[in-house]
């Protein structure tokens, strides 16, 4: 079984719907990302947690909000999704508690906002 | 917000060619990693490096932490058509709080 996993792989949402994009660990790590993909730019940072208590914003938190219900669950939701959050959306992973700190990828989720 | 300079953007190769890419930053880094994303799928880690100078070598992939902490490159010998994929960069600032910075990447094309 995958260590990350992503739900839904793909979603189809009309403008100004709220959806939520869910994120699940097996690897036990307390830190967790969402990035946000799109074809020229990279990888951008949406949000951070480092435990189930701390929340960040990273470099493209605007329109977004996170939810970290557990160690294992780290949630994305857009509350009024518009077209330009059409993406493709990644969740991470990493152990702190290890000095070479690496992070862990899901398969994503490919959104549509139509 | 900032980002890596990762160069190339794309290559088309024959294969068997050997590849070479790299990645550039006006920060000192203390780590550098080098994942590979296929299509429709998450960036999977090939190689981490963490310390400046160090060089290490996956198969065929080979990576180094440049001397200044600024820079990292990445080879890949002999290509396969597997190798088709988009390559990215990804560092780590000192003193940073763990985030990582990454590069947009390099798309790779292989002729068989």
């Known amino acids: 079984d995958a260590d990350v996993t992503q739900t839904p792989r793909n979603r189809i949402t009309k403008t100004g719907k709220r959806i939520m994009l869910e994120c699940s660990q097996t690897k036990g790590h307390d830190r967790m990302y969402w990035y946000r993909q799109d074809p020229g730019l990279g990888l951008r940072l949406i949000y951070y947690s480092f435990d189930v208590k701390d929340i960040n914003k990273g470099e493209i938190s605007d329109g977004y909000s996170v939810s970290r219900q557990a160690q294992a669950k780290f949630s994305l939701s857009l509350e009024s999704a518009i077209p330009n959050q059409t993406a493709l959306y990644f969740c991470?992973?990493?152990?702190?508690?290890?000095?070479?700190?690496?992070?862990?990828f899901g398969p994503g989720t490919r959104l549509l906002v139509l | 917000g900032q980002q890596l300079n990762q160069s190339p953007q794309s290559m088309f190769i024959q294969e068997g060619e050997d590849v070479s890419m790299n990645c550039t930053s006006s920060?000192?880094?203390?780590?550098w990693l080098w994942y590979k994303q296929d299509p429709g799928e998450g960036p999977v880690l090939l190689i981490a490096l963490y310390k400046a100078g160090e060089l290490t070598s996956n198969g065929r992939l080979t990576a180094q932490f440049g001397i200044t902490r600024k820079d990292s490159f990445l080879n890949i010998s002999a290509s396969i058509p597997s190798d088709v994929g988009i390559y990215f960069c990804?560092?780590?600032?000192?003193?940073?709080?763990?985030?990582?910075?990454f590069g947009k990447g390099t798309k790779l094309s292989v002729k068989p």
């Open positions: 990804a560092g780590r600032r000192i003193g940073s709080q763990g985030n990582l910075i």
């Open positions: 920060s000192i880094f203390n780590t």
């Open positions: 991470a992973t990493s152990d702190w508690t290890v000095q070479e700190e690496t992070q862990y």
